[in-house]
């Protein structure tokens, strides 16, 4: 017992706890309409372009913050449009947009060299970088995406599951959507520091599929994978700590190790209830004018 | 635009509409009045669900006017094929998720438990309640949609081929819902590929094949040579029991080119 808390007498162990909890549960949150929506390709792309910003934003001296936050939200916005207006081979444009982005990213560290905050902390995800400046920044996400959800759980809800009728209903789904990926991009670079670039789409993704199996209920569902992310944030972070292996790939794998767990017990039910979960939601055709108005 | 009767609730007047290719919709006229229960026929890719998105407000035209009553409140069900059954909704959730004004708190309060349970039960599935959307029987799927229509309190009801893939059973039962809410004030529109089944019972039918090509009651419509221009095909009218009953006149062309048999 003593070996397991000896970590906690750190202060870089004690912030790494927290912001790995916080970051769980945040995208556990998050998670659950990325996956509902059939956005996991987004997430995992929008996690990548926010690799350039982070470069760029390295590279220029420019706080990390503020030059990968333009990066992530100016992403977030463009690969929302070309999903809203199904631009023909929108994931095609998506993958080019986020790839390139990403590949920039890699070429400046080549050529320029490490600058600022740890290359490989970013891609991989490390503690060793975390101070309390990150803890107040995911807090703050988190209590900001919290709010978001908590009062706008209805018409997130309606847009997610039904988004033409939604906007037939008078909810602002164009809105709703750019909050959505917003919270999304906010998210990605809270978490960024300890769960690392290439990791973030899986916690975005493993909590919601395991609370799927779990409840047919989406308010349960909602809860349960928000819970699941943290604890996994939490075990996590402390088997890389005793494990000597990078905070990402630990998180990552002790939710992998649950899915596995949780997909064994449910049996049939389990895989029912996720069958559809490759299913994209729809969003509303826009009629394009042929005759002049 | 103004309305030709005080009881109009939406006036289509010249209305066209496009995905980008070829018109959808061209030149379509049409009003909805109050407790007005029509149904809009035709083959596949004849613009129904189109011209029915059109009303709802969620499809703009690209040219034509639409007039809608000012606060005219509508509720919509869409077609069982659209919805997505392994999302994780509850009945009651998928119900209540359509009330998004004068709440901000996630959970449902005493009264919007009592209005979902009072509509639940008017349309005889309260019980199901706590059931995923998934595990009911088509029919009761359908309730479920048109439950979260009603919570609305809408004036015009859309539904998009309600009786698609359901048994004759279950038609039975959509189809005395919907003149029960027909009778208490409720005015529907629906589209149905079904002309004996459903169209024949309603009192009022619109033939569209990217344009009106008929309306008027199933006896003033339904005849050999409005559904020739709508189908495209020949079909036979007979009556029976006082309703005109559809039958497809199938025959094998002369000029058909047969299919020859290569044997093996």
């Given at each position: 017992m003593e070996e397991l808390l000896r970590p906690l007498e750190f202060d870089f162990f004690r912030n790494g706890l927290i912001v790995a909890t916080l970051a769980g549960a945040l995208c556990g949150m998050v998670g659950v309409?990325?996956?509902?929506?059939?956005?996991?390709?987004?997430?995992?792309?929008?996690?990548?372009?926010?690799?350039?910003?982070?470069?760029?934003?390295?590279?220029?001296?420019?706080?990390?913050?503020?030059?990968?936050?333009?990066?992530?939200?100016?992403?977030?916005?463009?690969?929302?449009?070309?999903?809203?207006?199904?631009?023909?081979?929108?994931?095609?444009?998506?993958?080019?947009?986020?790839?390139?982005?990403f590949a920039l990213g890699l070429a400046l560290f080549a050529l320029f060299g490490r600058a600022g905050r740890s290359f490989e902390a970013a891609l991989f995800g490390s503690i060793l970088g975390v101070g309390p400046e990150d803890?107040?920044?995911?807090?703050?996400v988190t209590v900001l995406v919290g709010l978001?959800?908590?009062?706008?759980?209805?018409?997130?809800?309606?847009?997610?599951?039904?988004?033409?009728?939604?906007?037939?209903?008078?909810?602002?789904?164009?809105?709703?959507?750019?909050?959505l990926m917003l919270a999304l991009a906010g998210s990605i670079l809270a978490t960024m520091q300890v769960l690392g670039v290439t990791l973030i789409a899986a916690t975005l993704v493993i909590p919601a599929t395991v609370a799927r199996m779990l409840t047919d209920s989406f308010s349960r569902m909602l809860l349960l994978a928000t819970g699941i992310g943290a604890v996994t944030g939490f075990v996590g972070m402390n088997l890389s700590y005793h494990l000597d292996v990078q905070s990402g790939p630990t998180i990552v794998l002790v939710g992998a190790a649950l899915f596995a767990v949780v997909f064994a017990l449910t049996g049939r039910r389990g895989r029912r209830r996720t069958a559809g979960l490759d299913r994209h939601a729809t969003t509303p055709l826009v009629p394009v004018s042929s005759t002049p108005r | 635009m103004t309305p030709s009767s005080a009881t109009e609730l939406v006036r289509l007047a010249g209305v066209s509409a496009s995905y980008g290719g070829d018109p959808v919709l061209a030149g379509v006229d049409l009003a909805v009045t109050a407790r007005q229960f029509s149904g809009?026929?035709?083959?596949?890719?004849?613009?129904?669900?189109?011209?029915?998105?059109?009303?709802?407000?969620?499809v703009e035209p690209s040219a034509g006017t639409v007039w809608r009553r000012p606060g005219l409140r509508v509720g919509y069900v869409p077609q069982v094929e659209a919805v997505d059954w392994s999302f994780p909704v509850t009945v009651s959730e998928c119900v209540l998720?359509?009330?998004?004004?004068?709440?901000?708190?996630?959970?449902?309060?005493?009264?919007?438990?009592?209005?979902?349970?009072?509509?639940?039960?008017?349309?005889g599935i309260e019980e199901l309640a706590a059931r995923h959307i998934r595990d009911l029987s088509g029919?009761?799927?359908?309730?479920?949609?048109?439950?979260?229509?009603?919570?609305?309190?809408?004036?015009?009801?859309?539904?998009?081929?309600?009786?698609?893939?359901?048994?004759?059973?279950t038609r039975h039962d959509v189809l005395h819902l919907l003149e029960d809410l027909h009778g208490d004030g409720l005015a529907i529109v629906l589209t149905t590929h079904d002309l004996n089944g459903m169209a024949a019972h309603l009192p009022h039918v619109v033939c569209l094949n990217t344009e009106v090509l008929g309306e008027g009651s199933p006896r003033q419509v339904l005849t050999p040579?409005?559904?020739?221009?709508?189908?495209?095909?020949?079909?036979?009218?007979?009556?029976?029991?006082?309703?005109?009953?559809?039958?497809?006149r199938y025959a094998p062309a002369d000029n058909v080119v047969r299919l020859r048999k290569t044997g093996a």
């Open positions: 309409y990325v996956v509902l929506k059939g956005m996991s390709y987004i997430g995992h792309g929008l996690s990548h372009a926010i690799f350039g910003g982070f470069a760029a934003s390295a590279l220029l001296g420019v706080n990390f913050a503020l030059g990968a936050g333009v990066w992530g939200v100016a992403s977030a916005l463009m690969i929302n449009g070309v999903t809203r207006r199904r631009v023909i081979g929108a994931d095609a444009a998506i993958g080019v947009i986020t790839t390139a982005s803890v107040w920044a995911i807090l703050a978001v959800v908590f009062f706008g759980y209805r018409q997130l809800l309606f847009t997610t599951f039904d988004p033409e009728v939604a906007e037939a209903s008078g909810v602002r789904t164009a809105r709703v959507d750019a909050l | 809009i026929v035709g083959p596949s890719g004849s613009g129904k669900t189109t011209l029915l998105r059109v009303l709802l407000g969620s998720m359509a009330r998004t004004h004068g709440r901000v708190l996630p959970w449902r309060s005493r009264s919007e438990q009592a209005e979902v349970r009072r509509i639940l039960g008017r349309l029919g009761q799927q359908q309730r479920v949609f048109i439950a979260r229509a009603l919570l609305g309190a809408p004036e015009l009801l859309l539904m998009d081929e309600p009786t698609s893939g359901v048994d004759v059973r040579d409005v559904l020739e221009r709508t189908y495209g095909a020949k079909m036979e009218i007979l009556e029976h029991a006082g309703m005109p009953v559809v039958l497809d």
